[in-house]
């Protein structure tokens, strides 16, 4: 041993024994607060992957809602094009109907009161 190991060693008095006492009686004697310890870590642990977990599911839904979003986007725009005038006109002549050529005409009604 290198000379400042020992004259530390010579300070500390009856290092074995204290070594002694904090490896073996100080596991003993704490062994509610180790085991405490150990169940708050595995408490810490159980926690971090739920959110973990949670986090996903909130991503997944996140991309799931913009892809409903552009489907919506999309289908409005092509009940926009097909309820145009034109295109309402050309699916009319599909079937046989034309636009008519005389204005229509007003109805009025006029009621006596008495």
Request: aromatic share 8%; hydrophobic share 35%.
């Amino acid at each position: 041993m290198p000379s400042d190991t020992k004259s530390i060693l010579r300070k500390i008095p009856d290092w074995k024994q204290m070594l002694h006492t904090v490896g073996t009686r100080g596991i003993v004697a704490n062994i509610s607060f180790i085991l405490y310890c150990a169940f708050l870590g595995l408490v810490y642990i159980t926690l971090n992957h739920q959110a973990e977990n949670t986090i996903r599911r909130i991503n997944s839904t996140a991309k799931q809602l913009k892809e409903y979003r552009w489907k919506y986007i999309d289908q409005k725009s092509k009940l926009m094009f097909l309820t145009k005038e034109s295109e309402l006109e050309k699916g009319a002549i599909s079937l046989g109907l034309e636009k008519t050529k005389v204005p229509p005409h007003k109805i009025s009604i006029h009621l006596n009161r008495p």
